[in-house]
């Protein structure tokens, strides 16, 4: 599990490796939902960069206490990773350390759950020194109540007088060593976070605007597109872990338009909240724009999932919001046949009925584009000026004749 050193690892030296996924199919969790978490998790094993290469599932109520799977079904797991020179197992749900210690004697291979990939992942992306540290909070956090059992690499403190106690075990040296270090990077991530709202106030009271959305579904892209930067953006799961914030000007307006960490399912709360400090751009924006892939099957799936987190951790109730419907240019759509009698699937709906039925639920505050192709940013860069224009004519309401003026002006 010795997942902390990742953070040290280049991803281009790291060899690829192969992968089996491993799901349940439950009472609370059907066939068809199952095998959207594992498309996902497929997602983020290429993204941490490892190849997948078989997939397992299983039917049951609940997950086995040692083994996650049945008796029988690890053994078929064994036995595929022992004549196809598989390195690594992943499975789509916490483990726990008694778990870890039984599927990976049985295998012999590195056994992972969906947040270990996560953190790892989140671990090779981190490029700043808050972001390294809020990821290495985050591992910490996740290591601490699952050492027992575990055989854990960390660091080793030094001899000394009172440094360790008589009969002191292994796993309370480790146990003591996390705690520390988990008070430490708190403090500095709160140091961190005293500079980040020192920075925000020297911002003036410009209007602000955060891109919020589920992982992958363009917002850095969008954001190169209306700021006219180069941030970057990958077809990969948590391409972007820090958050930039840029200004932008629409006609005459500035207001100010930060990017944030994505989220995803089956993400623990802990997780988001390691990553206070790039939230709080969320907590003190004054609109959010709600970037969707509208090509994903799942994608008012991701919608809630979202808004579930941003009511969470991010404060985010009562803020204005607008919707933005991406990547329509990779929407697909196939006609149902007369003769099927099933409920019709996001397949099945075409665009335009999607836009009036979102249209109507927003009460307008939404727009459909293609930050890729460039396909309706001027309706989207109107949006924004109209919302913008109303929360600055708020701060600074002397500016309302200007506004006025450069409409007649350019009206004429």
């Excluded at 709360?269 to 609109?287: G, M, N, Q």
């Excluded at 727009?367 to 000026?385: C, E, R, T, W």
């Amino acid at each position: 599990m010795g997942f902390i050193d990742d953070s040290k690892r280049n991803i281009s030296t790291v060899e690829q490796e192969t992968a089996v996924l491993v799901g349940l199919i439950t009472p609370q969790q059907n066939e068809a939902k199952a095998a959207e978490y594992l498309d996902e998790l497929e997602f983020l094993a290429e993204t941490a960069g490892a190849e997948t290469v078989k997939r397992f599932t299983q039917r049951c109520d609940a997950p086995n206490s040692t083994s996650y799977v049945g008796k029988g079904k690890l053994e078929e797991i064994v036995d595929y990773v022992e004549n196809n020179q598989v390195s690594l197992v992943v499975f789509d749900d916490d483990l726990s350390p008694k778990q870890i210690a039984f599927i990976q004697k049985a295998t012999q291979v590195k056994v992972l759950d969906r947040t270990t990939l996560i953190l790892n992942i989140f671990a090779k992306r981190a490029q700043t020194a808050n972001a390294k540290m809020q990821v290495e909070l985050a591992q910490y956090q996740y290591l601490l109540p699952r050492l027992t059992g575990m055989w854990t690499h960390l660091e080793r403190q030094r001899g000394g007088i009172g440094m360790r106690g008589p009969g002191e075990t292994q796993i309370e040296t480790d146990r003591r060593i996390i705690k520390t270090k988990i008070s430490l990077l708190k403090q500095r991530l709160a140091d961190w976070d005293k500079q980040k709202v020192i920075q925000r106030k020297n911002r003036g009271k410009l209007t602000r605007i955060a891109l919020v959305g589920y992982t992958n579904v363009g917002k850095s892209t969008l954001m190169n597109v209306l700021s006219k930067s180069d941030v970057f953006a990958e077809n990969k799961l948590f391409a972007t872990l820090d958050t930039t914030v840029r200004k932008v000007v629409i006609e005459n307006l500035p207001f100010l338009l930060s990017d944030t960490v994505g989220f995803i399912r089956k993400l623990p709360t802990h997780l988001v909240e390691s990553f206070k400090t790039t939230l709080d751009e969320v907590r003190d924006s004054d609109i959010l724009v709600h970037v969707v892939d509208i090509s994903h099957p799942q994608f008012e799936e991701q919608v809630e999932v979202v808004n579930r987190t941003l009511q969470e951790v991010c404060d985010a109730a009562g803020k204005e919001m607008i919707m933005v419907f991406n990547k329509i240019d990779q929407f697909t759509y196939v006609p149902k046949d007369e003769d099927d009698l099933t409920p019709r699937r996001r397949e099945n709906i075409p665009l335009d009925e999607l836009q009036e039925t979102w249209m109507a639920r927003m009460a307008g505050n939404c727009v459909f584009i293609s930050a890729k192709q460039g396909i309706n940013i001027d309706a989207l860069k109107q949006m924004l000026y109209d919302k913008a224009r109303i929360v600055h004519t708020q701060r600074f309401p002397y500016n309302d004749f200007l506004f006025q003026r450069y409409d007649d002006l350019t009206t004429d």
